[in-house]
């Protein structure tokens, strides 16, 4: 690698100087003799240079007036050529004298090069020539500054206001960017040294108070006992008001029985439910859940009326946790808030609500059936997943019934939560779907009927069989079949020695790949 | 002359702005992260019965030493439904000994079925140990990464497939928390989630969780480390809210199954098998116009040790750059067709000229430069100006990851090691990246060769995200 770096290294020095080298190379300075031709006229008169008229047999011409001899710019030369002597009467040339000695052109073209190369000439005309030579000009230049008048002019240049414009944009951007970072970064640092700082404070107090003080002195506690605990001052500061929430919520998720009471009791005697319950009205998304989680764990029944207004917020996070806390808070819950909810119901919407409402549902009579009547799918097919994992078989006719008139998503749900419970269910629900032309709703409804399935749908699997489906939902159906009905199983396998079929029929058969 | 100037003056501008968004984006999409995540908690994921199923997809190649090791580590991450999937892609070690030793494996009579084509399986295996039962193990003829996955995805049962390299380390947390995105969206379906990517080299391991942070001891080393903070936090993060990723790394990577069977799973003949995958499901999805979203996790879950001698990140970058060149070209009827949405508009055309043709665009300044500065049309103050500001851009974006980083994730705790960053961060655009640029036109020069990738079909590319799934088995592995 390093050679290869020195060899370029090498090669991009080789090009600078060969560069260097052709432009340090005579070149022509007029390109053509009509360039010279039109600087001869422009410049006027040049040392050492003269010019004469002459016939074409070389002798000297003379003109009307009888005056002939030498002219100093080439200019007159042309015009006495042009004006005195006719074009067609007499042929006559300019002769180019060097010192008084007749040159040809090209010698005169060359001695004017030379003059002005040396810099012996200053050019007075426009750029007749080639302009490759201007650095001799330009060293008899007198340096001027190129920020004449005041450093403003310097931007009177279009692109140089651009260029800087940007730079100076993008300083300022950057420089800022990187303050907001640092002092974030700060600002940061700072409130979690105070948070520690509060955090001690707060331990000592709050353990006092849950261990020394019965439920009944915590309700009742004076301002001045509080206060001597929690001083008024370090009340109102919103960093310290948020260690306090935010440890007597972490106690009250680890204690139990009386001391969750006093947590509670606690957090109401120092105001900070209407802290919890004003949260619900900020602009921003964020304050609002953190409003709703304190409600929620801190069980702030009466924030209830104002969670139930954020249950079809069109926020995502804010709608899940109104919905997870009414859940929660609500004596008689009614599920008929979320039967009526638009918005589809997420996976994770769904994981959350099933939490709670197993936990609800061993004490309370949650109706789940309301949710099977929602004009929400999502809503519907919660539904009939809760059948399934909270094992309420009571509701499985109440699905049997409607299973006719649903779609093939939900019929797949309500085939999983009737395989799930073991609970057969009419064969004609299998029987249908298995005919389905949906590969998914036949590959479900045959696995299921593999365990809780009939002999009719033992034949039905094996008219399927029949027809080669695909290789999946082959090893789906015929994995039913062996668990329904062996002899057909083996009717089959043995009738065809398709290779596919064997491989299936081993896999089966190997006692390593049964959950596979 | 002046136009190719006004050209190069435009494209520096663009650099600029574009650099400048993505810092915005980025913060923005981090904030939002950061607020989501007070509120989740993690621990219902791993046990609820909703949540779905996951099968990771682990290919080996002679990875003898560590293979038991990783494993292992596969196997006690904290979720309920998955299955961990072992494809020894014909190593020559005794990576595939190894694994029947350590896990009781055994042969199985699977019945494997070639949905997606591969090279073939020599066998299935599955352990006599209960404690084991969640591994599979899949023998098959070498065939490359994208191969071995696929056949990992023949065998797989879950609704999402993580696709990982088996020398990651994966903390507990990662699938709960990768898992996430595709339960969360209500309106659109999740196609794949990406995964930050962390430098483990010389960081300390616990129980396959990064412990203590520390940069890489080499200038290289630390250049990745910023590198990928750029990449992952900054870049990732900004085109996660324009919804307009193209890539998730290979080495950390969630997908819907389904929708990659359905699309044919991986191209085996390009080197950038994990862009073109996400490439190809995004063109499916637009196709048939159905809303969809690629997410991004920006939370620390999955280190790998990245090379720090230069031959090794040489190849590496070599081959991403044929990667890149090769999946665009693939899929070149996306570009600036507004059928393909964001990917076609923006994404697509990004790629092209910031990532593809950055090392070519640089290398034709540097020539312009060194052009006008011969004919002598050179003007100092441009260039100086160009060049300041270039440096400071490289310095303030660089900056930036690395206060994004600390601001989000606080892991280089150490003062000595941030110091060693800000030092890098210094030198970078002076030392290391005229050797990127170096890396990324062989990279190009190995494309038009027509060195590793599958020379007649990535010129002529996808017609329809589906083509590779028409391809027939003896097509894609002649």
């Known amino acids: 690698m390093a050679v290869r770096t020195i060899v370029v290294f090498v090669f991009l020095l080789f090009l600078l100087s060969k560069a260097s080298i052709v432009l340090g190379q005579d070149e022509k300075i007029f390109p053509d003799s009509t360039s010279f031709v039109d600087f001869l006229i422009s410049q006027g008169e040049i040392p050492g240079l003269q010019f004469q008229l002459v016939n074409s047999s070389g002798q000297l011409l003379i003109d009307s007036t009888g005056e002939t001899g030498s002219l100093a710019e080439f200019s007159a030369a042309h015009t006495l050529k042009n004006t005195i002597y006719q074009p067609d009467s007499v042929t006559s040339t300019i002769q180019y004298l060097i010192f008084s000695e007749p040159y040809t052109f090209e010698a005169t073209q060359e001695y004017v090069s030379n003059l002005l190369r040396n810099g012996d000439i200053e050019l007075l005309g426009n750029e007749i020539w080639n302009g490759k030579d201007l650095i001799s000009l330009a060293s008899k230049e007198i340096y001027t500054p190129l920020l004449s008048g005041n450093y403003f002019s310097y931007f009177a240049d279009l692109k140089i206001f651009i260029v800087a414009l940007t730079i100076s944009l993008f300083l300022v951007f950057a420089v800022l960017m990187i303050v907001f970072m640092l002092v974030f970064k700060a600002r940061r640092n700072h409130n979690e040294k105070l948070k520690a700082l509060y955090d001690q404070y707060i331990v000592g107090p709050l353990s006092e108070i849950l261990f020394e003080k019965t439920l009944e002195e915590l309700e009742s506690l004076s301002d001045e006992e509080l206060f001597k605990n929690f001083p008024e001052k370090q009340l109102k500061k919103a960093v310290f008001e948020q260690v306090l929430v935010e440890r007597i919520i972490a106690l009250n998720k680890k204690m139990k029985g009386d001391f969750k009471l006093k947590l509670k009791a606690l957090y109401k005697r120092l105001d900070l439910h209407t802290v919890s319950i004003k949260k619900l009205n900020s602009s921003k998304w964020a304050n609002v859940v953190i409003g709703l989680v304190e409600i929620n764990e801190m069980d702030l029944t009466e924030g209830l009326s104002e969670v139930k207004k954020h249950v079809n917020s069109p926020n995502f996070h804010i709608r899940s946790q109104a919905v997870a806390t009414t859940l929660n808070l609500s004596d008689s819950v009614d599920l008929s808030f979320l039967r009526d909810q638009t918005f589809p119901l997420s996976r994770w919407q769904q994981m959350n609500y099933l939490r709670i409402i197993k936990f609800l549902n061993s004490s309370r009579e949650l109706h789940i059936n309301t949710l099977f009547s929602s004009e929400n799918q999502s809503i519907r097919l919660f539904g009939y997943k809760l059948v399934r994992v909270l094992g309420l078989v009571d509701l499985l006719e109440e699905l049997e019934e409607k299973f006719a008139a649903v779609s093939d998503e939900e019929k797949i749900e309500i085939i999983k939560a009737f395989e799930y419970l073991g609970v057969p269910a009419q064969s004609s629900m299998l029987n249908d779907s298995m005919r389905s032309d949906n590969v998914k709703l036949v590959t479900i409804a045959g696995k299921a009927a593999g365990a809780i399935g009939d002999d009719s749908n033992a034949k039905i699997i094996y008219e399927i069989l029949e027809t080669s489906p695909v290789f999946g939902l082959q090893l789906v159906l015929l994995r039913s079949l062996q668990n329904l009905n062996a002899g057909l199983y083996n009717q089959f396998i043995t009738k065809d020695s398709d290779s596919d079929l064997q491989r299936i029929n081993a896999h089966l058969l190997d006692p390593l790949l049964q959950d596979v | ?478």
């Open chain 2, 1 to 478: 002359m002046e136009v190719l100037g006004i050209a190069f003056l435009f494209l520096s501008f663009s650099v600029i702005v574009i650099y400048l968004l993505i810092m915005i984006l980025s913060t923005l999409e981090m904030r939002d992260h950061r607020r989501k995540n007070r509120f989740a908690d993690y621990q219902d994921i791993i046990t609820s019965p909703i949540a779905p199923g996951v099968s990771i997809l682990a290919p080996a190649y002679n990875e003898g030493e560590s293979i038991v090791q990783n494993v292992k580590s596969l196997l006690s991450l904290h979720y309920g439904k998955f299955e961990v999937v072992v494809i020894n892609d014909g190593s020559k070690d005794e990576t595939l000994a190894k694994m029947i030793n350590s896990f009781e494996l055994e042969i199985t009579d699977f019945a494997y079925y070639a949905e997606i084509p591969a090279q073939p399986v020599r066998g299935i295996y599955k352990s006599k140990n209960r404690s084991y039962n969640r591994l599979i193990v899949i023998d098959k003829e070498n065939g490359g990464k994208a191969d071995a996955l696929n056949a990992g995805i023949n065998v797989s049962s879950k609704e999402i497939l993580a696709c990982i390299d088996v020398d990651c380390i994966l903390s507990h947390e990662s699938i709960t928390r990768m898992v996430r995105p595709f339960m969360e969206e209500t309106h659109r379906k999740v196609i794949a989630v990406g995964g930050v990517i962390g430098i483990a080299n010389n960081c300390d391991v616990q129980d396959g969780t990064v412990t203590k942070y520390r940069v890489p001891s080499t200038l290289l080393g630390r250049f990745q480390v910023i590198e990928y903070c750029r990449a992952f936090l900054m870049g990732r993060m900004a085109w996660k809210r324009l919804n307009g990723l193209m890539l998730i790394s290979g080495a950390f990577g969630f997908f819907n199954r389904e929708l990659v069977v359905e699309v044919g799973g991986y191209f085996p003949k390009t080197v950038g098998e994990d862009m073109e995958l996400v490439v190809r499901m995004r063109r499916y999805m637009e196709e048939r116009k159905i809303p969809y979203k690629v997410s991004f996790v920006p939370d620390p879950l999955c280190w790998t040790e990245v090379p720090e001698q230069e031959a090794v990140l040489s190849r590496q970058r070599n081959r991403w750059m044929r990667g890149t060149i090769e999946s665009l070209q693939l899929h070149r009827a996306t570009r600036l067709n507004p059928n393909y949405g964001i990917m076609g508009m923006v994404s697509y055309p990004y790629w092209s000229v910031f990532e593809k043709m950055a090392p070519v665009l640089e290398l034709l300044g540097l020539i312009y430069t060194m052009v006008i500065v011969i004919i002598g049309d050179f003007s100092a103050f441009y260039f100086i100006a160009i060049f300041i500001v270039f440096y400071l851009l490289s310095i303030l974006v660089s900056s930036f990851s690395i206060l994004f980083e600390q601001v989000s994730y606080n892991s280089y705790k150490d003062k000595k090691d941030l110091n060693k960053l800000i030092l890098t961060i210094l030198l970078e655009p002076i030392l290391i990246h005229p050797k990127i640029v170096y890396w990324g036109l062989g990279g190009h020069w190995d494309f038009i060769k027509g060195k590793g990738g599958w020379g007649q079909m990535i010129r002529t590319g996808f017609k329809k995200s589906d083509d590779k799934k028409n391809m027939d088995h003896d097509t894609l592995n002649s």
